[in-house]
């Protein structure tokens, strides 16, 4: 569900810390159980009913709750379509007053009014609605069954626009999804920021939490103008985002709208996602008249096309952005990511990753541009991006040789591909299944090495398998092949989509730390035949067996791996606790969950705890061997000591018997994981590294590893501390 508001959150004449100052308390005006007058809309009411002037006298009058059908009616009325309700207060004096919050618990959908004035709406279309007007979608209320009302935050201005000393009148419309809606529901409440000492209303109930005027993460601010966010087309809105660098902090109120301040068209987006009140949504950042606009949003390369992911069922919030981190860590794209604090229309909705779409692009998935007149040659055969996902997706074709997998045309899309684009890029992975299911598929000179870049579906698979990921291989998987000339192989990527990897899900064997995914008994028969028919090849198992090996010694290692889990933990330590009062899930089953945590502390041991136990069954289970000639006599011969380790300025690698190193390599990696030197050498027995990353920059005190290789092979690999 989408709340919307006019009471928009944009700049004030107080700073932000002036407002945290001057609010003293806090105190509530209106009670949903106070006594309202209300009228059943059984017809358009008079056009000034939501005005303070307007006569009422001849309306009903009730507590609130109004409504039927829950627990939570104090006033029962007959089965209807929509309400209006109406409720006078006095306010003393506006000037001590620095905010205001308006809270609603309803069924469906809601239009509030403060003096005449609208200050909020949920699942409402249209200006002013018809008394018969029914809600976009259906929405149950909360507080009945345990949980909140949602907050909309009025600011100092808007309560000088819109409150009085004296009388004062709030008034709502509510609407149901339909008229044989089974129930509907009506709690409001209005609360104050009083910059006083002196008791004038009344205390806040004990749900009752302050709203947060800073964050220690970029804050996003989208405003739709009133309209729902479809899942599609898009629709136009406003979105200013605030960013003050690393280590600052970002008010609400105050700071200008300095990481981005435009117009965006915004839908949507998620299959099964789609069904949690926390949405996914995907963006385009337009300029005035509507065309593309490519910015830099949050440090992340100019581009138009953008992701909000908002994690509900992953309530570690952190799953896609450590899978992205450990395909980055193989040198292959994959999406990059900016934690940050989402408002839509006033209402906040807690943390959410901006991060980048999938597709063609330089500083993305760098493959040739293909344009509608590549027809022929070499430029008809390439760029592509194809995913492997659900046909209802959008336009694609079936795999001749397994029914349970469907290929989308990603980018170009089927509106942007002409029929010679659409027929190339499905032959050529049809030939490859087809090669690779014939009893050729592991010929060096005929198989399947001649369509695919390997290296690519190992780095790919090893992400997969390490995660575990319930969906990966068959549902939002992604393929894309470049030009010809520029290559030309299928490569298997970029990575997406693993909230329910890393022992998250309950069905598939996701929460088991042992067992492949390529051939789970559960789901691997909904997975692409690939998988399962490149384990029959011994090349391709010891290729995995060597790329294990590698990036286990080198930016895999388990104490990167949980040190990166730990500081994306860390940047979220204080926002988590206000996505969750606002989501109310820790210690919640939530589909998929296997595991449930009380705390997010908990969450985020369970995916530490489930990683390393899933690393080491991995590095007892890989599949292949890792055989390279010649290498046997370096490994009983080559010793390798680190002079001085702890180091503070420069530390020596030195190597005994070192007239049998031929082409050494020493690879250093940060405590993340992240390669920042590389010192190559031959015929030597001392390799000396100056404390300084590639771009010749000292690095700063803490741990790092290194590996050593000689002639490709991970002969010895440890950890160096400077101090």
């Not at 947060?212 to 993460?217: I, W």
């Not at 069904?275 to 390369?301: I, R």
């Not at 060096?444 to 390997?454: A, H």
């Not at 405590?671 to 920042?676: N, Q, V």
Request: net charge negative.
């Amino acid at each position: 569900m989408k709340y919307i508001s006019f009471c928009f959150l944009f700049l004030c004449f107080f700073t932000n810390q002036l407002f945290s100052q001057a609010i003293d308390h806090w105190e509530t005006v209106v009670f949903a159980e106070d006594i309202w007058k209300y009228r059943v809309g059984d017809s358009e009411p008079p056009s000034d009913w939501f005005e303070t002037n307007f006569d009422d006298s001849n309306w009903d009058e009730g507590q609130g709750g109004i409504g039927y059908g829950d627990g939570d009616d104090n006033t029962n009325i007959q089965s209807t379509i929509s309400i209006y309700m109406r409720k006078d207060f006095d306010i003393v004096d506006i000037s001590h007053l620095e905010m205001a919050l308006f809270h609603a618990d309803y069924d469906d959908g809601f239009i509030a009014y403060l003096n005449g004035v609208e200050i909020a709406r949920a699942n409402m279309e249209g200006d002013f609605p018809a008394f018969n007007a029914t809600t976009p979608t259906q929405r149950e209320a909360q507080m009945y069954d345990g949980g909140l009302p949602v907050p909309f935050t009025l600011s100092k201005d808007k309560i000088i626009q819109c409150l009085q000393n004296g009388n004062n009148t709030l008034a709502i419309q509510v609407h149901n999804r339909g008229i044989n809606s089974s129930d509907l529901s009506s709690l409001f409440f209005f609360s104050v920021g009083v910059n006083q000492t002196v008791m004038n209303y009344s205390p806040t109930l004990s749900w009752f939490t302050p709203p947060f005027l800073s964050s220690d993460l970029p804050i996003i601010k989208i405003n739709t103008f009133g309209e729902q966010i479809p899942d599609e087309p898009k629709i136009v809105a406003h979105m200013g985002i605030i960013d003050n660098g690393p280590d600052n902090r970002n008010y609400i109120f105050s700071d200008s709208l300095n990481g981005y301040d435009g117009q965006i068209a915004i839908e949507t987006r998620g299959a099964s996602s789609s069904n949690f009140p926390k949405k996914n949504y995907g963006f385009e950042t337009q300029t005035s008249q509507g065309e593309n606009n490519n910015v830099n949003l949050l440090g992340m390369p100019k581009e138009n096309d953008w992701i909000l992911h908002g994690p509900y069922s992953d309530k570690s919030l952190i799953r896609n952005v450590l899978a992205f981190h450990l395909g980055n860590l193989t040198d292959r794209w994959a999406p990059r990511t900016r934690y940050c604090e989402l408002f839509i229309n006033d209402e906040y909705v807690g943390i959410y990753i901006l991060m980048e779409k999938i597709k063609r692009d330089d500083d993305r998935v760098d493959i040739a541009k293909l344009d509608f007149d590549d027809n022929a040659g070499d430029s008809l055969t390439g760029g592509y991006i194809v995913q492997v996902d659900r046909f209802e997706l959008g336009n694609g074709w079936f795999s001749p040789f397994d029914p349970n997998h469907f290929f989308v045309y990603q980018n170009p899309n089927s509106d942007n591909l002409t029929n010679e684009q659409e027929d190339y890029i499905q032959n050529y992975i049809t030939n490859f299944e087809q090669v690779l299911a014939s009893g050729n598929f592991d010929n060096p000179d005929l198989g399947y090495t001649n369509w695919i870049d390997v290296g690519s579906f190992i780095d790919h698979m090893l992400v997969v398998e390490l995660s575990r990921d319930v969906d990966a291989y068959r549902l939002s998987s992604f393929l894309f092949k470049d030009k010809d000339s520029k290559g030309g192989l299928l490569n298997a990527g970029p990575l997406w989509d693993f909230n329910l990897g890393f022992g998250n899900a309950d069905y598939c064997d996701g929460w088991e730390t042992s067992g492949w995914n390529f051939d789970d008994e559960n789901c691997g028969q909904d997975q692409p035949f690939w998988w399962d028919r490149l384990q029959e090849d011994t090349l391709f198992n010891n290729q995995v067996q060597c790329r294990w090996d590698e990036l286990r010694a080198g930016s895999w290692q388990t104490d990167s791996i949980m040190q990166y889990i730990d500081e994306q933990a860390a940047t979220l330590e204080e926002a988590q606790g206000r996505n969750f009062e606002r989501w109310q899930v820790l210690g919640n089953y939530l589909w998929p969950n296997a595991f449930v945590g009380d705390t997010y502390e908990e969450e985020i041991t369970y995916l530490k705890n489930w990683t390393t136990d899933r690393l080491i069954w991995m590095d007892e289970n890989m599949i292949g061997n890792c055989p390279v000639v010649g290498t046997a006599d370096l490994e009983k011969n080559i010793s390798l000591t680190i002079q001085p380790n702890p180091f503070s300025e420069s530390v020596n690698f030195v190597f005994k018997k070192n007239n049998l190193v031929k082409n050494g390599v020493i690879k250093i990696y940060d405590s993340l994981g992240k390669e920042i030197q590389v010192l190559n050498f031959s015929n030597k027995n001392k390799m000396e590294w100056d404390g300084k990353n590639g771009v010749g920059k000292n690095v700063t005190p803490g741990i790092y590893f290194y590996t050593f290789s000689n002639e490709n092979k991970i002969l010895q690999s440890g950890k160096i501390v400077k101090m």
